[in-house]
Structures are given as structure tokens and as C-alpha cells.
């Protein structure tokens, strides 16, 4: 059971989240559209094929997803899906928000105030000491170090958290591989001061993919985002870029100009990140919650009225349209450069509902792609 949720709707949701082309936007776009998973799951297959999908989407046996949440409950981790009580609030603001998460350690330290930090795996031994000090002088005022389990910096802040409060580490395998190997012995006592919690699979090997998804995590979690270290083009400034986005604080501890670790975060400075020597830098602009609203709690799903999206006056619009009509104005006015949704409705004249039907028509069958802030991009 996930809290009021029942188990057959966790189960459903984690059946939906397995299933193949159903990514953190499908996902989400189902959810809006069907009252229960069970709903969605039986109306998978027709959409994918009216979107021009040959064939089936692939959906795990009800068996598979048991076995997957008996595997976690063994470690002592719960399984955790997108629109339950116990899902993280933060994480769950994010258009990209992971369907589902497995979670090993104390739940309730996703749902407290939190920042993340993150640097430079090849980090020197002073970047090191400076996110140690930061993360257990944060954990120490009260709040939760999230970071991602990698060298360096990622792990000198968690061991840093550990030595005064709670840390989380959001990690791009399966909740039961450690990675790297060296971290075994950190990820374990994350998981007994803080919580661990994986995107991917149980005993999913990590992978080049599954490291910006992990990114997003981290900054999902996290109410701001410390950078300690990270050169020009680094997952670290992924990390930051995705706060940004998310209107979640961003910071930067600056560094030596001869130091090309420190490039990146000195460019974030000029950007306009908090420039952070202490703690107090960080607790002094940092949020109560994020700068962009959402509803978190209630309700996660509200079908047909998608955030952001008011549904116009049926009277406007005239006839229901022909949704073959409506896939091909669709498909007309995407590129292959990201389109506002908003842009679409206005300009295909058709209702949002409309609209938004035939763009998940058209993800099931991989011919779009919804991306984060709500646009659409051709595929291919």
C-alpha cells in the first residue's frame, strides 16, 4: 500500500511507468486524461495505434511490478509513484517528474526542506573540504543535503551531512547497486541517516542516459542547488541549469581562475548565482518553496485542466473536431525545434482537449516528443 492509495492503483501506476514509450510527460498526460491507471493501461494500445503506432507498446505482467516491489521491500525500501500522498512534493512540481521512485531509508526526508550540492568528481582536496564544511553546517541548521552519490564532491557533502544531520542521495542505478563500488559503504549509511532513492529499475546497472535523469532528481528534490567546482560543460551545471528552470535558487562557490574545475561555477556567478563562501550565504536566500507554484498535494492529476492550460469555451470551437485532422494540424506546425503547447492550441484552432489528445496519440507512437516547460518536438 502507498499511503490512502490502494495497492491496485500503485500497482497500475507502476505498470504504466514500466511500460515502453511511457516516459515522465506520457506518464503525467495519462494521468490527467484517465480516472485510474487500470483506465489508462486498457486505452494504451488504441492511442498509440490512432497516433500511427504499429506496434503494441510493450506493458509489464501485474507479476513483473510485484516481484519489482517485493525485490525493494526486501532491501527495507518502498516503491513511491507520482500523484500518491507519500511522493515527494517538491520533486513532484517538475513537468519531468519521474513516475515512479524507489526509495530506501526515511521517506519523510524527501518532504523537508532541502538543498542539493554537487561539483567536480576529480575535485581537489580544498573543494572537498569546502562541501564538507557547507553540508554539515546545513544539515546542522536543520536542513537536508541532497547530493549524487559520486566522487568528490557529492560524496565529501554527504559524508559532511552525516556528521551533523540528514542527507539524500538520488542515484542512476537500481536501488540495490552501489555506484561507484568505492561509495558501498556511503550509500549504506545515506540510507541509515537519510534516504536513497533511484529513477531506475531495481538491479538496473547505471548508464551514460541514466546520469542527467539522476541530475534532474537531485535539483527536483531541492529547493536550491550549491555548485563546489564544475567545469564548463559539466552534469554539475546540468544540475543548475535545471533549478533554474524549475525556479529553484542557484549557488556558487567561487574558485581559483587558474583552476579549470572552477570555470564553471565562476561562470554561474556572472550569471547571477548566489556567489556562497559559508552556509549562512545559502540560508540567507533560500526559499520557503520554490518561486514557481503548483499543487503538489491536491490534487496532483486535475484531468482535463492540465497546469497552465485553461480549457476555452466549448461554444468557441463548434463541432468536435476529426482527430485525424487534429493529428495532422499537429504534426504541420511541429519542428524540430521545441513548440510551446500553448502556441499549438491557439494556432491549430482546435480545443486544448483536442489538442492535447492527439499530442499523446502521437508520443505513444514516437513521433513527438513532449519535453519539459510543456512543448513538443517532432522526432526524427
Known amino acids: 500500500m502507498n499511503g490512502s492509495m490502494t495497492e491496485a492503483e500503485l500497482l497500475g501506476r507502476l505498470r504504466l511507468a514500466r511500460t515502453d514509450g511511457v516516459g515522465p510527460a506520457t506518464f503525467r498526460r495519462l494521468m490527467e486524461r484517465f480516472a485510474t491507471a487500470a483506465e489508462a493501461l486498457e486505452a494504451l494500445p488504441g492511442l498509440a495505434s490512432a497516433g500511427g503506432r504499429t506496434a503494441t507498446p510493450a506493458i509489464p505482467a501485474l507479476g513483473a511490478v510485484r516481484r519489482e516491489m517485493d525485490s525493494v521491500a526486501k532491501l527495507g525500501g518502498r516503491i513511491l509513484v507520482l500523484g500518491g500522498p507519500d ?55 536543520g536542513l537536508v543535503v541532497v547530493s549524487g552519490m559520486a566522487r568528490g564532491i557529492d560524496a565529501a557533502a554527504h559524508d559532511g551531512a552525516l556528521s551533523t544531520g540528514r542527507t539524500v542521495a538520488a542515484i542512476a542505478s537500481g536501488i540495490d547497486i552501489a555506484y561507484p563500488a568505492e561509495n558501498k559503504a556511503l550509500q549504506r549509511r545515506v540510507a541509515e541517516g537519510g534516504a536513497v532513492v533511484a529513477e531506475a529499475p531495481y538491479g538496473t546497472a547505471p548508464q551514460a542516459r541514466h546520469f542527467p535523469r539522476r541530475n534532474r532528481v537531485i535539483a527536483g528534490l531541492s529547493l536550491g542547488v550549491v555548485v563546489v567546482e564544475a567545469a564548463p560543460q559539466s552534469g ?145
Not at 107 to 122: E, F
Open 236 to 380: 554539475s551545471l546540468i544540475t543548475a541549469r535545471i533549478a533554474q528552470d524549475e525556479g529553484r535558487e542557484v549557488f556558487a562557490v567561487p574558485g581559483s581562475p587558474l583552476d579549470p574545475r572552477c570555470r564553471g561555477s565562476n561562470d554561474l556567478i556572472r550569471s547571477g548565482a548566489h556567489l556562497t563562501e559559508s552556509a549562512a550565504d545559502v540560508l540567507a536566500n533560500l526559499p520557503d518553496h520554490p518561486t514557481r507554484q503548483g499543487l503538489a498535494r491536491s490534487p496532483m492529476f486535475a484531468r482535463g485542466q492540465p497546469p497552465g492550460m485553461a480549457e476555452p469555451p466549448a461554444q468557441g470551437f463548434g463541432p468536435v473536431p476529426d482527430p485525424d485532422a487534429v493529428r495532422r494540424r499537429v504534426m504541420e506546425l511541429l519542428g524540430h525545434s521545441p513548440t510551446a503547447v500553448d502556441d499549438l492550441v491557439r494556432r491549430c484552432q482546435f480545443s486544448a482537449s483536442a489538442v492535447l489528445a492527439a499530442l499523446l496519440e502521437l508520443e505513444l507512437a514516437e513521433r513527438i516528443e513532449m519535453l519539459p516547460g510543456n512543448q513538443a518536438v517532432l522526432i526524427g
Open 87 to 141: 511522493y515527494p512534493p517538491l520533486l513532484a512540481l517538475m513537468d519531468s517528474a519521474p513516475p515512479a521512485i524507489a526509495v530506501l531509508g526515511d521517506v519523510a526526508a524527501l518532504d523537508v526542506r532541502a538543498v542539493a550540492m554537487v561539483g567536480a568528481r576529480n575535485a581537489s582536496a580544498n573543494g572537498q573540504r569546502v562541501a564538507e564544511i557547507l553540508a554539515a553546517d546545513l544539515a546542522s541548521a
